[in-house]
């Protein structure tokens, strides 16, 4: 494998760069990224539809010898995609080769076959296939391209020109991708790499399944082919009707996606979806809510900034208050705290002499004008100016402590 940030002039040759690389030329926005799909119509005259679909799961298989029936086998299981957790039975399980038929004996369910690589290029492929070109460069990707999905082979041994940190390169430009649209006004360098919200961006495996939705949403828009197949039951071997599913004809092959502006819609759609199914907002809710100050890096942002301004507020939650207490009357000994009542012997020990009495015979149950009169002054202004100086004081020392 390759480890180098662009793919060389030298892996061009020895690979048809025609078949695999985009030219930089055609790169363009209105024409890349791009994901397509093949239609079931060229191979099969109808297809069985689940009126609710499974949502669909990857199964990596180690396909090592390049056998050319699993290859087949493994298209064709994929091209019939709108057959979902069905789709096994348009095969006869008994001639299914390994490690397919042991998949279709695990009953209906929904799988889509790719083969097992060390970059997972296949499970991620719809999420690279939305990079742009500037993306791609930015993080040492190679500009591919567009895409086909599902799955059908791989008949150019794309493992081997790709780098080996593929995957650590598509989840850091797949993060930079979709971070603005879950974390506006902060960019993914104002947080630290424990982050939680930052490691869900990375996170390939949490995207896959939304994106995967996003495209299947997309293709049924497709029209039909034409294959004379009239909507109703599925009629098994048994005269029984197969529940939950029903015939039709096989849609059109067409474009996923297209262009720079149609992938980022994509992108958008993805983030939704991924909040309805991932519940993703309530993630980032929760992760919000509970911050601390090591999820953020060294680096200002607005992020933090907002963090600590609420993190100062609670501290500060001392609000200096002076109440009179006509009916009790507050006993304090030698060693009395009361934070609550701004009461404590080191604030206190701050004050000097008259300050201490006036906080003292409030405490004790004395009205401001009474305070006036035990001290010798005229009227209660004199009070309450000290009761200013006091709360200034006794504030500045609690967002201290």
């Known amino acids: 494998m390759s480890t180098d940030d662009e793919t060389t002039p030298d892996h061009l040759e020895t690979w048809d760069g025609g078949h695999v690389f985009l030219p930089v030329e055609e790169a363009t926005p209105e024409q890349h990224p791009a994901l397509y799909n093949l239609s079931a119509g ?29 290859v087949a086998e493994v298209a064709q299981w994929n091209m019939l995609w709108e057959a979902g957790q069905f789709r096994r039975r348009f095969f006869d399980q008994d ?17 889509i076959l790719v083969p097992r690589t060390a970059t997972r290029f296949f499970e991620y492929e719809p999420l690279f296939h939305l990079l742009p070109k500037a993306t791609l460069s930015r993080f040492g990707l190679p500009l591919l391209r567009r895409g086909l999905w599902p799955y059908q082979a791989d008949w150019s041994g794309i493992e081997q020109f790709l780098p080996e940190d593929f995957e650590d390169r598509l989840a850091r430009a797949w993060a930079w991708t979709v971070w603005p649209r879950i974390n506006s006004g902060s960019g993914l ?37 034409d294959k004379g197949r009239e909507v109703g039951p599925v009629i098994l071997e048994d005269g029984s009707a197969l529940e939950g599913a029903v015939t039709g004809n096989p849609r059109m092959g067409g474009y996923a996606w297209v262009g720079e502006e149609w992938a980022d819609e994509v992108v958008r759609e993805t983030v939704d979806l991924a909040d309805q199914t991932g519940r993703l907002r309530d993630i980032i809710d929760a992760v919000r809510s509970h911050r601390l100050e090591d999820d953020f890096s060294t680096r200002w942002s607005y992020a933090r900034e907002d963090f600590e301004r ?29 934070a609550d009542r701004v009461v404590t012997n080191d604030f206190m020990a701050l004050l000097d002499r008259e300050q201490r009495e006036v906080v003292v015979l409030l405490a004790s149950g004395l009205r401001q004008h009474e305070v006036a009169e035990k001290l010798g002054y005229a009227n209660h ?5 000290k009761l200013s100086r006091i709360r200034k004081q006794a504030e500045h020392y609690f967002e201290l402590d």
């Open 42 to 70: 060229h191979l099969f005259g109808g297809v069985i539809r689940p009126i609710v679909p499974d949502p669909p799961e990857y199964v990596a298989l180690d396909v090592r010898d390049r056998d050319l029936q699993v």
């Open 95 to 111: 001639d299914l080769p390994e490690p397919i038929a042991s998949i279709a004996d695990m009953g209906d369910i929904n799988t």
């Open 189 to 225: 360098n104002a947080f630290s790499r424990d982050d939680p919200i930052k490691l869900l961006a990375h996170n390939l495996d949490f995207w896959v399944p939304p994106i995967t939705d996003v495209i299947e949403s997309a293709l049924r828009e497709l029209p039909e082919v």
């Open 310 to 338: 609420k993190l100062h507020r609670k501290r500060n939650r001392v609000q200096v208050r002076f109440v009179e207490l006509t009916e009790t009357i507050p006993v304090q000994g030698s060693e009395s705290d009361f």
């Open 381 to 385: 202004g004199a009070i309450s100016k």
